[in-house]
Nanobody, 120 residues
Framework: QVQLVESGGGLVQPGGSLRLSCVAS????????MGWYRQAPGKQRESVAV???????NYANSVKGRFTISRDNAKNTVYLQMNSLKPEDTAVYYC??????????????WGQGTQVIVSS
């Protein structure tokens, strides 16, 4: 019914920047909250940043001031601009979206993940 497809991950040196994108497609009526989560090897998945449909945002303390989440509601797309990257930001980053379906239902969807590696 709905797919989330992430892009923009890769290898970057400490202090560098990356921009992640996530596009939601399918039987979408509207999207509510959209967010980014990450999971490092041997660790639990954690919330990085969330943005509501009205634009309110929330960030993990570890990324405040370095990461910026934004969205384009017309395109059902959420972005994560990551600056001043650190080795501890290395993880698989997952997109998450709370979606109201054309069928009238509501579900939460996850993307397949995109790898971010911060290393010199």
């Amino acid at each position: 019914q709905v797919q989330l497809v992430e892009s923009g991950g890769g290898l970057v040196q400490p202090g560098g920047s990356l921009r992640l994108s996530c596009v939601a497609s399918g039987s979408i009526f509207s999207t509510n909250a959209m967010g980014w989560y990450r999971q490092a090897p041997g660790k639990q998945r954690e919330s990085v940043a969330v943005i509501l449909s009205g634009g309110s945002t929330n960030y993990a303390n570890s990324v405040k001031g370095r990461f910026t989440i934004s969205r384009d509601n017309a395109k059902n797309t959420v972005y994560l601009q990551m600056n001043s990257l650190k080795p501890e930001d290395t993880a698989v980053y997952y997109c998450n979206a709370d979606i109201f379906l054309l069928s009238g239902g509501r579900r939460t969807y996850w993307g397949q993940g995109t790898q971010v590696i911060v290393s010199s």
